[in-house]
């Protein structure tokens, strides 16, 4: 029994998988069938659209036909709807329209309408143009006809004149003959006569041209006066200007307001508004002095930090102690002054240590530091170097080193451009100043030893910092102190 179903389950099972086998190859059969016939339906919708294009191109065409041989005139909206219908890949067809615009340019013109250019109107209108000029070739040659007896005419009557204009000049030939033999007659006596007041003449002209030389000579000569003049004239009047304000170091630019002699810091009443600048030297002078071209400087300044308008914090650079710097000295410096540029020019050696080497670099910093503006400046070549182009009448001083001709070594060029700059400083009224006077002055110090007050007042005394000396030059090697944070009274 048990067996008898188990091979019922055997016989169901094989019918079923059979079964399976049968329904895929039939669904395959199928879908393979329906994908064949999908392609077939898709090639013959792409049949029938370009049937359908080529139907209406072909309608385009024929509509466009029609127009070219005037049995239905298209406007121009419809012409343009036309060939964009008909596309633009049929060679053939674009050959047949531009011969047929071709054609038609034959017979245009302002009296022909607009609709009768085709093919219908194209011979009537040929043979009427072809009338219109046979009436005109008809006219031209009546005309032409008129102009060759107009011509004959013209002939003989030119014949007339010549024979006339003959037997005139036979006259006139023989008038002339007769002239001729007085005129050379006349000409001879008069040739003499040119030849000595042409000799008289070109020495008139040397004379004329030497004396014009002259003038020219003189001319420029008096021009260069008169601009030398002009330019002293210029130079004094700017001078006497700044006589009360500052005669060559006569008159201070400023004073010390407040002095910390333990951090040897100072405040000066110098500051924004006045132009001053960091690292700007002064030299300071005793309060009690009318003025700073004589007395002895009692020290140096340099300026650290612009406080305000009129407020400056500087830093002691030289002092001594049996003459300390007070408030109320008053200080100075030739390389600025308030509210405007100090003009400079430098020639010669500029040997500040007494090596023999050049130290204009150096001197150069300091007066641009201090706001100061280089207008020239002559190398020991006899060159000029540097951006300034010349001295001029804003040219305040001019700093003179060692002269070339006290240089071994010097070329005539140097010793030139040297003597000729000591010149046009002189013709300008530009003052003359020497390298020591000018650092003396901007309190330049070099390498100095600061000397303080109080019970460590003696000469062996260097600072703070034993056995170091402190420089001058910049602000990068000073210690910065502390500002006060009241501003002191001036």
Do not use: C
């Not at 002209?205 to 002259?214: A, E, S």
């Not at 010097?410 to 013709?427: F, P, R, V």
């Amino acid at each position: 029994m048990a067996r008898s179903e188990n091979q019922g389950v055997q016989i169901w099972l094989i019918l079923t998988i059979i079964l399976l086998v049968a329904v895929s190859v039939f669904t395959f059969i199928f879908y393979r069938s329906s994908s064949e016939l999908q392609k077939q339906v898709e090639t013959a919708k792409a049949t029938e659209k370009a049937a359908q294009d080529g139907l209406r191109k072909a309608v385009f065409q024929v509509e466009y036909l029609k127009h070219m041989i005037g049995w239905n005139k298209l406007s121009k909206e419809d012409l343009a709807i036309n060939k964009n219908g008909m596309g633009t890949g049929d060679a053939e067809w674009q050959k047949m329209e531009a011969t047929f615009q071709q054609d038609m340019l034959v017979v245009k013109s302002a009296d022909v309408p607009e609709e009768q250019l085709n093919y219908r109107h194209f011979f009537q209108l040929v043979l009427t143009s072809v009338k219109k000029r046979n009436f005109v070739v008809g006219e031209l040659t009546t005309q032409i006809a008129q102009a060759i007896i107009d011509r004959d005419k013209a002939i003989q009557i030119a014949k007339l004149n010549e024979a006339a204009e003959k037997a005139a000049s036979a006259k006139s030939n023989q008038e002339l003959a007769t002239q001729r033999s007085v005129w050379q007659t006349t000409y001879a006596d008069t040739t003499d006569q040119t030849k000595k007041q042409k000799v008289k003449h070109d020495q008139q002209v040397v004379g004329r041209k030497q004396d014009q030389q002259k003038f020219q000579i003189d001319k420029t000569n008096l021009e260069k006066q008169l601009e030398g003049a002009k330019i002293a004239i210029q130079n004094l009047a700017d001078r006497a200007k700044d006589k009360q304000e500052a005669d060559t170091f006569k008159i201070a630019d400023g004073k010390v307001v407040w002095v910390n002699q333990r951090s040897k810091m100072v405040w000066i009443n110098l500051g924004r508004k006045d132009g001053l600048r960091r690292a700007t030297t002064f030299s300071v002078y005793d309060r009690d002095e009318s003025g700073v071209s004589k007395p002895q400087r009692k020290g140096a300044l340099e300026v650290l930090r612009i406080i305000n308008d009129h407020s400056a914090e500087a830093r002691i650079t030289e002092s001594y102690s049996s003459n300390p710097i007070l408030p109320q000295d008053k200080i100075y410096t030739p390389a600025w002054r308030p509210g405007r540029k100090v003009h400079f020019a430098i020639a010669g050696l500029i040997d500040v240590t007494g090596n023999g080497k050049s130290d204009r670099g150096m001197v150069r910093s300091l007066i641009r530091q201090s706001s100061g503006v280089i207008d020239y400046e002559l190398d020991m070549s006899g060159k000029q170097i540097g951006t300034g182009k010349a001295m001029t009448v804003n040219t305040r001083f001019l700093v003179v080193g060692t002269a070339p001709a006290d240089v071994p070594g010097s070329t005539q060029a140097a010793i030139g451009g040297y003597s000729d700059a000591i010149k046009q400083a002189q013709q300008m009224g530009i003052e003359r100043i020497s390298v020591d006077k000018l650092l003396s002055y901007m309190g330049w110090t070099g390498n100095v030893q600061i000397t303080g007050l109080g019970v460590r007042a003696s000469a062996n005394y260097k600072g703070k910092r034993t056995g170091q000396t402190q420089k001058s030059m910049g602000t990068n090697a000073f210690r910065k102190d502390a500002p006060r944070t009241t501003v002191p009274r001036r």
